[in-house]
């Protein structure tokens, strides 16, 4: 609980400094009028609204209580992942295993203060979504110069009502997910590489891996990567005295396995 956090910040302590750099160039609200201010203080009343109702345990939802959270428990109390025989905790439950590590850090005894740790790492996932949906914004029009898009998130409300709200369970947990699949997604339009395929691979095992209503981002997602993989390989049989469509085409074969 300890050493995995700052071990990750040590990995990537030199490009987090230049993000935070490039950070506080982009808080700069001022020098983009006064529109992309406004909006950005909207969204941040927001987000505050959002954090206001993780200051009580009763913020945990059923779902969580019911085994959510208890699946964590488990982990830490066991000291290691095992199955279990019922069948609420037998479908994915990638947000169990990230849980368990508020029941690992010491010192905060038992009950309420663990359950305001789960709170807490599912509000970060949640920010990070938001970051999401900026850079979703920026991919899809082509302009990376727009500033406060992420505060879009909140046209759609309903994360205010209950069961749809922060409460300790998996479903923003599958949402942080969503966006990363989009754009890794869009990346193969580019060309199939290897790490390419690796990202999109490893955004969708996250999805799959957290809720199995992972499915509704394949319906769409599968189909579109069968086109440009079919139009990659057209492409390079058309081409195939190219050496660079040689290269392409290793990677076309390498792509369903990764």
């Known amino acids: 609980a300890i050493a995995l956090p700052f071990a990750f910040l040590a990995v990537g302590a030199r490009d987090g400094f230049r993000l935070i750099l490039r950070l506080g160039r982009d808080l700069g609200l001022g020098r983009h009028g006064p529109l992309p201010a406004a909006v950005s ?16 345990p009763n913020a945990i939802n059923f779902d969580s209580a019911w085994y959510h959270l208890r699946i964590a428990q488990d982990y830490a109390r066991w000291g290691r992942i095992a199955p279990f ?41 949640f920010l990070w ?34 069961d749809n709200n922060m409460g300790g369970a998996a479903d923003h947990v599958l949402a942080f997910f969503a966006v990363p699949v989009v754009l890794a997604t869009l ?9 390419r395929c690796a990202l999109l691979a490893i955004a969708f095992a996250g999805a799959a891996l957290t809720k199995y209503q992972a499915v509704y981002l394949a319906v769409p997602i599968v189909p579109i990567v069968i086109v440009l993989w079919l ?4 492409r390079s049989a058309v081409s195939a005295q190219r050496a660079s469509f040689a290269v392409s085409r290793r990677n076309l074969l390498w792509a369903p396995a990764i």
Not at 41 to 56: A, D, Q, T, W
Not at 189 to 195: D, L, V, Y
């Open 41 to 56: 203080g909207l969204g941040i009343l927001c987000v505050g609204l959002i954090y206001l109702g993780l200051l009580s």
């Open 85 to 125: 025989a019922d069948y609420s905790a037998i479908v994915p439950h990638l947000a169990s295993i990230l849980y368990t590590w508020g029941y690992l850090v010491p010192g905060l005894g038992s009950g309420a203060p663990r359950w305001m740790m789960a709170l807490h790492i599912e509000f970060a996932l």
């Open 129 to 162: 979504t938001l970051v999401g949906v900026a850079a979703g914004i920026q991919r899809l029009t082509e302009d990376f110069t727009l500033k406060g898009t992420w505060a879009s998130f909140f046209l759609f409300p309903i994360i205010f009502v209950y």
């Open 187 to 195: 990346q193969l339009s580019n060309g199939f590489t290897k790490g």
């Open 231 to 234: 139009r990659d390989w057209i």
